[in-house]
């Protein structure tokens, strides 16, 4: 067994697509627990923290821009082996590459050239989710 936990984000575009509620429902579906749950827009700061690796790409900039053009919803989805299953239930980062049936896949609207635009953010290691949920969740 290997319980994990990782971190889950509905971006801006999910969000004010009204899907939060689709999000949290799959994972639901899924056999996973939301542990923790908020709304918040993020600050500069918090980003910089949370995207460290891509500090300085050239899309980083409008990136950041993106996340903090309205609420983001942070959750904590908690379960066997959840970081990989978020990662698939996901699908690819780029939207128009993502398999119908997954989120980007099915619920990404706002593509276009867009790739940022991805309604979702989930961990991609035991170590990025711990620092993750540290920053979205320092309570936890
Ligand atoms: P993921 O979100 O699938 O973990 P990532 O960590 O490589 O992808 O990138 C973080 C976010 O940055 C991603 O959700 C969308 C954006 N992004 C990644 N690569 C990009 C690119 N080449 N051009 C524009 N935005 C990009
Ligand atoms: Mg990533």
Redesign the pocket.
């Known amino acids: 067994m290997a319980t994990e936990r990782t971190l889950v984000l509905v971006k801006p575009d999910g969000v004010r697509h009204r899907q939060i509620g689709e999000v949290l429902r799959r994972i639901e579906a899924k056999g996973y627990d939301i542990v923790a749950l908020q709304q918040l827009v993020p600050t500069a700061e918090l980003l910089e923290k949370h995207?460290e690796?891509?500090v300085g790409?050239?899309?980083y900039g409008?990136?950041v821009e993106f996340m903090m053009s309205g609420p983001v919803v942070a959750a904590v989805a908690e379960g066997e082996q959840v970081i990989a299953a978020f990662?698939s239930l996901?699908g690819?980062?780029d939207p128009i590459k993502a398999a119908p049936g997954s989120i980007r896949g099915d619920l990404a609207r706002d593509w276009g050239t867009?790739?940022?635009q991805?309604v979702v953010?989930?961990s991609?290691s035991p170590e990025s989710a711990e620092r993750e949920i540290g920053l979205w969740f320092p309570a936890l």
Request: charged fraction near 25%.
């Open positions: 995207y690796e891509h790409k050239p899309f409008s990136l990662r996901a690819a980062t867009k790739v940022q991805n953010h989930g991609d």
